[in-house]
């Protein structure tokens, strides 16, 4: 440590001396002095960020080392100023520099929904650092395990939604290794390191009895009516996403069979018109002025060649269908907890076991029959049911 700044800090550095010359190469971190141990050089136990701090101070001081040997070896007569500057060098770009390239990317791509989470994720991961500058050399695996704890016991967050952020900084780094050639030789995820592995997600879909509910619900308030025929219409045509509904027009319905291109793969899908879906559109088709109209009147009055506007726009709508869905559902002694998106899961319900599974791809739009069967194992529970009760009704 040198001399402290004027919060009183004193910096952590490690001094390179080659031919009685010093260098010193700054980790980026200040602690007070009573932190320091001066006989083993490392930062004492009783920092709260002791074990991270040292580990950082580990790895900086192997990459000098493993430059003075490869110097060594080489017969080279460079100063120690020129040996940190090839340190520097490996690890120029900034985790943070790159993560805002990468969100450009996303605005490109007019990936706006993922855009704006993934930069609220980015934001929270800099109030845990504490700093908007982040070297990828700093990025190791006590970092991102310390983050991890933060997310689910300071933020509270569900153990998927934190496998979420860790998803986000590996893509970035990856991004970074990829199109600015980061060094990986500090890559902190694999085998050993952090891994990201999904936890099983709880899918409960509504049964035969509560859509029927839904399906004959009255006293209703116009807004809540409108909820429930988009719930509706989105389990009619096997779970079609929210967004997609939402963005439904006329035009989408030809010859009794709906077409239309999802937004989320942008595949041209076909289906048949049920005659409960048939009901739904009568209902709005009183304010139809053409076909390129939209079905449902949440979007209108939005300029829809602003893709930009009516991505905000879309989720909106939805958190405010989710919340009168969830009216809707205490209204009619509903326990389980409806939104748009338990639309498809019902689906996957009632469907059970009884439709082949090649047809349920089609239906669910899959492109891998490996996602269907694993999305539709959480609804298909009869072999297991006649298997627990054969050994237990004895």
């Not at 005659?275 to 079905?295: H, M, N, P, R």
């Amino acid at each position: 440590m040198k001399k402290p700044n004027s919060a009183g800090l004193f910096p952590i550095a490690i001094r390179i001396t080659k031919d009685r010359r010093s260098s010193y190469l700054f980790t980026g971190q200040y602690i007070e002095s009573k932190f320091w141990d001066d006989k083993f050089k490392r930062v004492k136990k009783s920092h709260p960020n002791s074990k991270r701090l040292n580990s950082l101070v580990a790895k900086k001081i192997a990459e000098a080392n493993d430059r003075l040997i490869d110097n060594e070896n080489q017969n080279n007569s460079q100063s120690a100023k020129k040996i940190k500057k090839k340190i520097i060098g490996k690890t120029k770009m900034d985790f943070f520099e790159a993560s805002k390239l990468f969100l450009s990317n996303l605005l490109k791509r007019k990936k706006f929904n993922q855009h704006y989470n993934q930069e609220k994720r980015l934001d929270i991961f800099k109030t845990f650092l504490g700093r908007k500058k982040l070297s990828f050399t700093d990025l190791d695996v006590t970092l991102l395990k310390d983050f991890k704890a933060y997310l689910l016991y300071d933020r509270k967050v569900a153990e998927r939604t934190a496998i979420n952020y860790l998803m986000l900084i590996r893509t970035i780094y990856n991004f970074a290794r990829k199109e600015y050639h980061v060094d990986d030789g500090n890559y902190p995820f694999g085998k050993g390191k952090i891994q990201i592995k999904f936890p099983e997600s709880e899918k409960i879909g509504l049964n035969r009895e509560e859509v029927l509910l839904l399906e004959t619900a009255n006293n209703l308030t116009k807004a809540q009516l409108h909820a429930v025929y988009a719930w509706l219409t989105s389990f009619y045509f096997a779970g079609v996403r929210v967004a997609d509904v939402i963005k439904l027009k006329w035009k989408d319905f030809k010859d009794g069979r709906l077409y239309y291109r999802m937004g989320k793969n942008r595949k041209l899908v076909s289906l048949v018109v049920p005659d409960k879906a048939k009901e739904i559109l009568a209902y709005f088709a009183a304010q139809k002025t053409g076909k390129d109209d939209l079905v449902f009147p949440f979007l209108k009055g939005t300029d829809l060649k602003d893709e930009k506007r009516v991505a905000t726009r879309v989720k909106t709508i939805t958190r405010n269908l989710n919340r009168r869905l969830e009216i809707v559902g205490e209204k009619l002694g509903i326990e389980k907890k409806i939104s748009m998106h338990i639309a498809r899961h019902s689906f996957g319900n009632i469907s059970g076991d009884k439709i082949p599974i090649q047809m349920l791809q089609k239906l669910y739009r899959h492109s891998s029959i490996t996602t269907t069967v694993n999305y539709q194992s959480n609804f298909m529970h009869k072999e297991t049911d006649d298997a627990l009760e054969k050994v237990i009704n004895f």
